[in-house]
């Protein structure tokens, strides 16, 4: 597949997962259960507060609406699947994998997913708090028209990411690898630490004037007058 370059800069544009979900079965069960197999369900105003789905499996999936307040969700695997006005802060998806997947006008907040992959993930719109991404896996991920407070992408592997018309505030890049990361259409774009590693970015003119306290800090210069 050629890929495109963004704006004629060189960088490589994201792939974004194509979903043509089939006809779903409306789930009925009572909750989540470990290592469960998820597979062609659609989930509706579900409350999965608390419960213990790790390592379960979603595939062909459909969840909307649904409360993941302290939802246990480590090493879950979530693939071709959409996830539509999920709400809950503190969810667990350490180690998870989310592949082909479109998550859409969320609000959560300390979302869990240090140490995760995710391959071909669209998230649009909503509003995500505290979302910890360390040491994650992010290639061909898109943030279009969403706001991000203070993501922690803390030795994180970005490749072929894209900023699209959305807020990134204090956001903290420490100790991560840039490949073909697209700020450009992070407004405001604000880096709390790790503007050093920006090396593998693109950004605009006027997102460089916004920077330009923080790289002078970084470099040790003072600057009066």
Same mark, same amino acid.
């Given at each position: 597949?050629?890929?495109?370059?963004?704006? *004629?800069?060189?960088?490589?544009?994201?792939?974004? $997962?194509?979903?043509? +979900?089939?006809?779903?079965?409306?789930?009925?069960?009572?909750?989540?259960? $470990?290592?469960?197999?998820?597979?062609?369900?659609?989930?509706?105003?579900?409350?999965?507060?608390?419960?213990?789905?790790?390592?379960?499996?979603?595939?062909?999936?459909? +969840?909307?609406?649904?409360?993941?307040?302290?939802?246990?969700?480590?090493?879950?695997?979530?693939?071709?699947?959409?996830?539509?006005?999920?709400?809950?802060?503190?969810?667990?998806?350490?180690?998870?994998?989310?592949?082909?997947?479109?998550?859409?006008?969320?609000?959560?907040?300390?979302?869990?997913?240090?140490?995760?992959?995710?391959?071909?993930?669209?998230?649009?719109?909503?509003?995500?708090?505290?979302?910890?991404?360390?040491?994650?896996?992010?290639?061909?991920?898109?943030?279009?028209?969403?706001? +991000?407070?203070? $993501?922690?992408?803390? *030795?994180?592997?970005?490749?072929?990411?894209?900023?699209?018309?959305?807020?990134?505030?204090?956001?903290?890049?420490?100790?991560?690898?840039?490949?073909?990361?697209?700020?450009?259409?992070?407004?405001?774009?604000?880096?709390?630490?790790?503007?050093?590693?920006?090396?593998?970015?693109?950004?605009?003119?006027?997102?460089?004037?916004?920077?330009? $306290?923080?790289?002078?800090?970084?470099?040790?210069?003072?600057?009066?007058?």
């Amino acid at each position: 597949m050629v890929r495109r370059a963004v704006g *004629g800069t060189g960088v490589q544009g994201a792939r974004r $997962p194509e979903l043509r +979900l089939p006809v779903l079965e409306r789930w009925e069960g009572g909750g989540l259960e $470990p290592d469960g197999d998820y597979d062609g369900l659609e989930f509706r105003e579900a409350d999965f507060a608390g419960q213990d789905g790790g390592g379960a499996r979603f595939m062909d999936c459909a +969840l909307t609406g649904c409360a993941l307040d302290e939802a246990r969700l480590s090493r879950a695997r979530v693939l071709d699947s959409v996830l539509a006005g999920v709400r809950g802060v503190g969810t667990d998806l350490a180690e998870a994998t989310l592949r082909d997947v479109e998550l859409t006008d969320a609000r959560l907040g300390g979302t869990r997913l240090h140490g995760a992959v995710l391959e071909r993930v669209l998230v649009r719109g909503g509003k995500i708090d505290f979302l910890n991404l360390r040491s994650a896996r992010l290639k061909d991920v898109v943030f279009e028209g969403c706001v +991000l407070v203070e $993501p922690d992408f803390g *030795g994180a592997r970005l490749e072929r990411v894209e900023f699209v018309d959305c807020a990134l505030k204090d956001a903290d890049f420490s100790g991560a690898t840039l490949k073909d990361v697209d700020l450009r259409g992070a407004v405001p774009l604000g880096i709390a630490r790790g503007v050093d590693r920006l090396s593998g970015a693109v950004i605009g003119a006027g997102q460089l004037l916004d920077l330009a $306290p923080v790289l002078a800090g970084e470099l040790g210069i003072r600057v009066e007058g």
